[in-house]
């Protein structure tokens, strides 16, 4: 298909590279100043995907940088083919080229959309469309190695930097807030990288749902039963390369592994 836009340019150009499991030396194209102008590129690469949405990847923007776009998120899709169990085997796809890095995160699965017309929410509103939580692993990767060195707008541009999503075991009683307090703690070949809580999240994980609910309605996205959302990195944004072996430490809720590997053309 021809690009019309400079954002249909881009988009093609990022999901080309995607295909070809090949680097990207530089943003392939005009770099957008805002996230309103980063959803256009994104949108215009679903329009050109064929395979389904699994669920969004949420990602929290910080500091002056929030101040600057104007919002203290972003969204990006999750493919089917790149979501699976957080077993033994469990794989971890990055482009070996570009960027890769795991964020241990706690995943919401959306169990009722909501009602037509609706276009905000409270966060108790945006709770009652959850029907379970999960701990779990957000493989973030891009075929530009700069993805997160240029600012949220970037990151959004190619589908929120998402690679993939292992799904581990559910959360008891999530909706006592407790896993909040959680100590979540990463580790990359036994070496610890980075320890957090999702409690230390403005408005915590349930506010990364609220978030997603009204980007996408915004978006004109039809919202689907059964997706997942990431919520946002607890323990941070640990870079890996191929080779390493990844532990997500969610203390009594369970512990995760994941072996990095490169990304295949697809």
């Not at 150009?13 to 957008?32: K, T």
Request: glycine share 12%; charged share 15%.
């Amino acid at each position: 298909m021809s690009a019309s836009s400079p954002a249909e340019a881009t988009a093609e150009r990022f999901l080309a590279a995607r295909q070809s499991a090949q680097g990207l030396a530089d943003y392939p194209g005009p770099i957008p100043a805002t996230l309103d102008e980063a959803y256009i590129v994104q949108d215009a690469a679903l329009a050109r995907m064929t395979e389904a949405v699994a669920g969004w990847k949420v990602g929290r923007i910080l500091g002056d940088l929030a101040d600057r776009y104007g919002c203290d998120r972003l969204a990006g899709p999750i493919f089917a083919s790149t979501v699976s169990s957080a077993d033994e085997q469990a794989q971890g796809l990055v482009f070996a080229e570009g960027f890769g890095a795991v964020e241990a995160e706690f995943l919401f699965r959306i169990g009722t959309i909501p009602a037509a017309g609706k276009t905000h929410f409270t966060l108790e509103e945006a709770a009652d469309h959850i029907d379970a939580v999960h701990i779990g692993i957000e493989i973030a990767s891009s075929p530009f190695a700069g993805i997160n060195g240029h600012g949220p707008a970037v990151t959004v541009s190619d589908f929120g930097n998402n690679n993939g999503l292992l799904i581990g075991p559910a959360v008891p009683d999530w909706r006592s807030g407790a896993y909040a307090d959680q100590l979540v703690t990463t580790r990359i070949d036994g070496e610890a990288v980075g320890s957090g809580t999702a409690a230390a999240f403005a408005l915590g994980a349930i506010g990364s749902v609220q978030f997603l609910l009204e980007n996408l309605i915004a978006r004109g996205i039809a919202i689907k039963a059964g997706w997942w959302i990431s919520t946002g990195a607890v323990s941070g944004v640990h870079p890996v390369t191929p080779g390493q072996k990844v532990d997500a430490d969610f203390g009594p809720l369970g512990v995760l592994h994941c072996a990095i590997a490169a990304q295949e053309p697809r």
